[in-house]
């Protein structure tokens, strides 16, 4: 039974295209985010949602658009994709904002071309 | 803010030598601190953390680590590696406030060779 199951794993798309990743976490926690993790391995954070609401916004462009219509889901919407979106996006839940670590989902591997 | 350095990109060793993997971070407040593993094509999975008490702290698989705090340092050990060990591995810190994000380091890539 998957704790945090992330749609889907690849995606391959064109430039200008409009895609979106689900997320799921089973785990009743409060806090879901969005990382990016680029080819070089390092991880950024995007998002943070803590029971529905946003918390946590960094400077990503505005083509990327979070939504969760429920705290066991965040959902991350990418309007006209470019060549350097291309990366893996993980989603992420932790039980609150406070002292606990945060579960990962498996990924999904965005390429562009 | 809060921001962590692996001070080793890469780390190569030999079967059932033992390893340790660097990591210093940098807070103005009081932390919570992380060790992460990612094997290739999955997602990423605690290895351990310290929140509080012991600064001594044990993981899954063998691997510890000690927060010092006067060196602003949570390294990671194994005794014996094995072959299976063979991963990137992420130091991650979170400030004490509420609300406060966790932040990754750079990774650390452990290959282990026979």
């Known amino acids: 039974d998957t704790a945090v199951s992330q749609t889907p794993k690849y995606l391959v798309t064109q430039m200008g295209n409009d895609k979106s990743i689900k997320c799921e976490q089973n785990l009743g926690h409060d806090t879901m985010y969005w990382y990016k993790q680029d080819s070089k391995k390092f991880l950024k954070i995007m998002f943070s949602y803590n029971n529905k609401e946003l918390i946590i916004n960094e400077t990503v462009p505005n083509r990327f658009s979070p939504k969760s219509p429920d705290k066991a889901h965040l959902n991350l919407h990418i309007n006209s994709l470019e060549l350097g979106d291309s990366a893996v996006y993980f989603c992420?839940?932790?039980?609150?904002?406070?002292?606990?670590?945060?579960?990962f989902g498996q990924g999904t591997r965005l390429t562009v071309v | 803010a809060q921001s962590v350095t692996q001070l080793d990109s890469q780390v190569p060793v030999f079967e059932e030598a033992p390893v340790e993997l660097r990591c210093n971070y940098s807070s103005s407040v009081s932390v919570y601190l992380f060790w992460y593993v990612q094997y290739p094509n999955q997602g990423l999975q605690l290895l351990l953390k310290y929140l509080s008490g012991s600064t001594l702290v044990k993981g899954i698989n063998g691997f510890e680590a000690e927060f010092n705090k006067s060196q602003t340092s949570f390294h990671l050990r194994k005794p014996s590696v094995h072959i299976s060990d063979t991963a990137e591995y992420f130091c991650?810190?979170?400030?004490?406030?509420?609300?406060?994000?966790?932040?990754f380091g750079e990774g650390t890539q452990l290959t282990v060779n026979p």
């Open positions: 991650a810190v979170r400030g004490e406030t509420s609300g406060s994000r966790l932040t």
């Open positions: 992420a839940s932790s039980l609150n904002q406070g002292r606990t670590e945060a579960f």
